[in-house]
């Protein structure tokens, strides 16, 4: 019988700890500054206690892991008895993690396929699920990597923010920049699409916004078997009123994950983000 296929992604994923757990999942972390002191994310700092630098408008940088972070895992991996490794993470758009992937696997000791998700939070971490199942049912390295970019198409992923204020500082608004004239009237709806953060709508209100959200997401689950993530940052209430909304409303709902993003995203995102992952399930 041979050895497993290992499953690495990276600290944005956010996947509950309880998942990565029972899944046999590695995270390679990235890094996040506040004030001038670095720590790993998921690892030494809560979202949390990260978000107090977001709040008071101090300086907030993020990096990606290291090419020898990656090797590590790799190198484990192997040490552990597997015969290849899938690397899924956020989008090469938003971040060199991808890159600093491929740079390891290049060295790896046993064959490494990075998949660039074009995505990040839950969107990644379904991905990240799809592969780590089809590696437990015996999926080799080719079905295991297809099994997460199957999922990464059938996902997509809708998001508020408060202010695009944080976006602006954090050069990551893209194609939203857009709305940047008109920030102080509107409350803005974005969208991942090609790797990159999008505007999706201009509403006027926070409300109004919000109800929109739960509208777009009702309609992109249809009556489909989808799972669903519902992610904030310092927002809970927002988050749990949308996800009980959903589990009203989405008659094909299977999996609902509710959860705060850690302080990579929140450094670009801010405090209020509410967002939701909307992931068909394969027949």
């Not at 996040?32 to 630098?53: K, L, P, S, Y």
């Not at 927002?238 to 589990?247: E, P, S, V």
């Amino acid at each position: 019988m041979t050895a497993p296929v290992a499953v690495v992604t990276d600290s944005t994923a956010y996947l509950p700890d309880e998942l990565v757990s029972a899944h046999g999942v590695t995270v390679v972390p990235l890094q996040v500054g506040v004030g001038g002191e670095t720590f790993e994310e998921g690892r030494e700092r809560t979202a949390a206690e990260a978000g107090e630098g977001f709040r008071d408008w101090r300086p907030v940088t993020t990096s990606r892991p290291s090419p020898g972070s990656f090797a590590a895992a790799y190198r484990h991996a192997a040490e552990a008895g597997a015969i290849g490794v899938v690397s899924v993470h956020l989008s090469a758009e938003m971040s060199g993690t991808v890159e600093s992937a491929r740079l390891a696997a290049k060295e790896a000791p046993i064959p490494v396929r990075v998949v660039d998700s074009r995505s990040l939070g839950m969107a990644l971490g379904f991905s990240v699920l799809a592969a780590a199942r089809t590696a437990a049912g015996g999926g080799d390295l080719d079905a295991v990597a297809d099994a997460a970019v199957r999922r990464i198409r059938a996902t997509r992923s809708l998001f508020y923010v408060d202010t695009l204020e944080h976006l602006r500082r954090g050069g990551r608004i893209g194609a939203a920049a857009t709305l940047l004239g008109s920030a102080l009237m509107i409350k803005p709806l974005l969208r991942i699409a090609d790797g990159r953060i999008a505007p999706l709508e201009k509403v006027r209100t926070t409300s109004r916004a919000l109800a929109r959200l739960e509208e777009l997401a009702v309609e992109l689950a249809g009556d489909r078997a989808v799972d669903i993530a519902v992610q904030h940052l310092a927002a809970p209430v927002r988050a749990a009123a949308l996800a009980g909304h959903l589990r009203e409303r989405v008659p094909g709902l299977h999996d609902l994950y509710v959860g705060e993003v850690g302080p990579v995203v929140g450094a670009h995102v801010g405090p209020g983000m509410l967002g939701v992952a909307v992931s068909r399930r394969e027949p």
